[in-house]
């Protein structure tokens, strides 16, 4: 599978951005990743291709939307009523494994992995 994710930049707080990632290929889940400098990589969201199903890591619950256009091949991150602590690289990733909520919200679960996209939130 070939991630390319787009749509980064800078915005204000309380703006919205929307995250792409195009992902060929088949896949169980995909999700989305973050690190700010200085700290250490941590999820965001992810996507269970099988139920649909929909996680998010609490910090962004009721802020940020995932969703996949199937026809498109591209998964987003709807990202809105954006904070200074959003501010990161975001990367996309996809797992085969149907893995359980707990583990897709976990790096390690994903072994194929996309280039960064840069979300930069300031005044």
């Known amino acids: 599978v070939q991630l390319q994710a787009s749509g980064g930049g800078l915005v204000q707080p309380g703006g919205s951005l929307r995250l792409s990632c195009v992902a060929s290929?088949?896949?169980?889940?995909i999700g989305w990743f973050r690190q700010a400098p200085g700290k250490e990589r941590e999820a965001v969201s992810a996507?269970?291709?099988?139920?649909?199903?929909?996680f998010y890591t609490r910090s962004v619950k009721g802020r940020f939307t995932i969703s996949r256009d199937r026809t498109k091949n591209t998964a987003y991150l709807q990202m809105n009523n954006l904070e200074p602590e959003d501010t990161a690289v975001y990367y996309c990733?996809?797992?085969?494994?149907?893995?359980?909520?707990?583990?897709?919200?976990?790096?390690?679960?994903?072994?194929?992995w996309g280039q960064g996209t840069l979300v930069t939130v300031s005044s």
């Open positions: 990733a996809t797992t085969r494994t149907n893995w359980i909520a707990s583990a897709l919200l976990t790096s390690t679960s994903y072994d194929n």
């Open positions: 290929g088949e896949y169980a889940a």
């Open positions: 996507l269970r291709v099988q139920d649909r199903g929909t």
